[in-house]
């Protein structure tokens, strides 16, 4: 049973989160900005303990983390990248890790058409760390003990070229992501300690709590829900980015965070355009 992190990631400046036994989802929220820790923290370490995974952030320290899931961008970084530590995920792709001081915001990478097939993670993502167990039952296990190698940003992008997605090609509206429903509103609010009011749930707000216990509302038959204290409401989309931290309750939703919330989104529920 692994109890603690690899050897390797045992650097002080570098950030990492509980997931829960056998999954690839955080456990705590607000694992961004607060609740990581470092390797040896006893928190962390007891989570390990129990059989619990663990999830490596990018960004501290200068951490990123090329994650690729097939076969052609694997090619590429053990073609042209330096060799470095590598780990290879439970479903056969693989994760290399670089020091880079330059990097700035995560890359998705693409394949020919428009299929996502590895990102390049920076600051507010996370991969799931080696030895943990992935939900097939498979080990992620280290492959390349290297020492993780230093990197520039440029160079990243000479290699992967066409496989990165723009910005500009990702300037889409919240409304028309709303519209799709294959996220529930009742999968991405936390429903315990709500109650039934006729068709609708009702109590206190996730995030910022409340004062009388009735301040916040879902319905489920509209795939909303809704904030008294803010006069705000969204569907799916919105209420991730206000749970994980991306937005404050009440503030929009737009530009370089709509974004983000798109990343979090697919990663870690599931969501599928």
């Known amino acids: 049973m692994m109890t603690e992190v690899v050897p390797q990631l045992r650097d002080r400046r570098y950030r990492f989160?509980?997931?829960?036994?056998?999954?690839?989802?955080?456990?705590?929220?607000?694992?961004?900005?607060?609740?990581n820790?470092?390797?040896?923290?006893?928190?962390?370490?007891?989570h390990l303990a129990m059989g619990g995974n663990y999830g490596v952030l990018g960004g501290h320290g200068n951490l990123v983390i090329v994650d690729c899931d097939n076969n052609e961008l694997v090619e590429l970084v053990e073609?042209?990248?330096?060799?470095?530590?590598?780990?290879?995920?439970?479903?056969?792709?693989?994760?290399f890790y670089y020091h880079c001081e330059d990097f700035g915001k995560p890359m998705?990478?693409?394949?020919?058409?428009?299929?996502?097939?590895?990102?390049?993670?920076?600051?507010?993502?996370q991969v799931v760390g080696p030895t943990s167990i992935h939900p097939n039952g498979r080990t992620y296990e280290v492959v390349d003990t290297t020492c993780?190698?230093?990197?520039?940003?440029?160079?990243?992008?000479?290699?992967?070229?066409?496989?990165?997605?723009?910005?500009?090609?990702?300037?889409?509206h919240l409304q028309d992501f709303e519209r799709n429903d294959s996220l529930s509103i009742t999968s991405v609010i936390p429903l315990g300690g709500l109650y039934k009011r006729g068709g609708d749930l009702q109590g206190c707000?996730?995030?910022h709590g409340s004062g009388t216990g009735e301040n916040f509302t879902v319905n489920p038959t509209k795939n909303v829900a809704y904030c008294f204290r803010h006069s705000r409401g969204g569907g799916p989309l919105y209420w991730i980015a206000v749970i994980e931290g991306?937005?404050?309750?009440?503030?929009?939703?737009r530009g370089d965070k709509f974004l983000d919330t798109l990343d979090v989104a697919r990663e870690k529920y599931g969501y599928e355009e």
């Open 148 to 172: 993780i190698a230093p990197i520039n940003r440029a160079t990243i992008e000479l290699v992967f070229g066409d496989h990165i997605i723009k910005n500009k090609e990702r300037k889409l």
């Open 79 to 95: 073609d042209y990248l330096p060799r470095t530590f590598t780990v290879e995920s439970g479903r056969g792709g693989k994760h």
């Open 246 to 253: 991306i937005i404050g309750c009440g503030d929009d939703l």
């Open 37 to 46: 820790y470092q390797y040896d923290d006893g928190k962390l370490l007891s």
């Open 205 to 207: 707000h996730p995030t």
């Open 108 to 125: 998705r990478l693409r394949d020919c058409g428009t299929t996502n097939v590895g990102d390049v993670q920076a600051m507010g993502k």
């Open 17 to 35: 989160i509980k997931i829960r036994q056998k999954e690839k989802k955080p456990l705590e929220r607000e694992w961004v900005l607060k609740n």
